[in-house]
T-cell receptor
Framework: ETGVTQSPTHLIKTRGQQVTLRCSSQ?????VSWYQQALGQGPQFIFQ???????GRGNFPPRFSGLQFPNYSSELNVNALELDDSALYLCASPELPATTGYTFGSGTRLTVV | AQSVTQLGSHVSVSEGALVLLRCNYSSSVPPYLFWYVQYPNQGLQLLLKYTTGATLVKGINGFEAEFKKSETSFHLTKPSAHMSDAAEYFCAVSNTGNQFYFGTGTSLTVIP
């Protein structure tokens, strides 16, 4: 079974707060990536986890952090939220075999007020 | 460094007409190239990808794309547009098949 599930679907937070977004992959692959998609823009790579370790990071500050668990679930944590963090956050995981491509979840829409 | 440029942030076509969405890439190594589609309030769905081999790639829903190394292009086409094709389309490049660099997207409108 394939598919990536993200929760929650929508979230509203206040500037300065912290947020945790969750992702679960059914592919059985031990790689997960997170992307930020601002309104009207393409997704931008935040970081990737492989076997519970971060093994690639885009141009995002350290207040963006993540975790990956042995059951193929993952979390994206953002501290000290800023208004510009308002975006759709997408989780992605490779299909098996990985050459098939990546499957993206439907995303979490985060609004910071 | 890798990047993608999508020419035309908005494209309108009549139903039944040819769809052509343009994508040019920059990559220092032979790239993997992808087209994704995004419907409102949804995530990204893979339309097609080029990794190696045949340069004309066929995808889902009647879409295809041709990798042209000399032009550094990977344009997406569909012979006949359908109303259900209205969506946002993203071209992406990767040199590892893992980290993707996306373009800013092209919004396709299909006019009945």
């Amino acid at each position: 079974e394939t598919g990536v599930t993200q929760s929650p679907t929508h979230l509203i937070k206040t500037r300065g707060q912290q947020v945790t977004l969750r992702c679960s992959s059914q592919s059985g692959h031990n790689t997960v990536s997170w992307y930020q998609q601002a309104l009207g823009q393409g997704p931008q790579f935040i970081f990737q986890y492989y076997r519970e370790e971060e093994n690639g990071r885009g141009n995002f500050p350290p207040r963006f952090s993540g975790l990956q668990f042995p059951n193929y679930s993952s979390e994206l944590n953002v501290n000290a939220l800023e208004l510009d963090d308002s975006a759709l956050y997408l989780c992605a995981s490779p299909e098996l075999p990985a050459t098939t491509g990546y499957t993206f979840g439907s995303g979490t829409r985060l609004t910071v007020v | 460094a890798q990047s993608v440029t999508q020419l035309g942030s908005h494209v309108s076509v009549s139903e039944g007409a040819l769809v052509l969405l343009r994508c040019n890439y920059s990559s220092s190594v032979p790239p993997y190239l992808f087209w994704y589609v995004q419907y409102p309030n949804q995530g990204l769905q893979l339309l097609l990808k080029y990794t190696t081999g045949a340069t004309l790639v066929k995808g889902i829903n009647g879409f295809e794309a041709e990798f042209k190394k000399s032009e550094t292009s990977f344009h997406l086409t569909k012979p006949s547009a359908h109303m259900s094709d209205a969506a946002e389309y993203f071209c992406a490049v990767s040199n590892t098949g893992n980290q993707f660099y996306f373009g800013t997207g092209t919004s396709l409108t299909v006019i009945p």
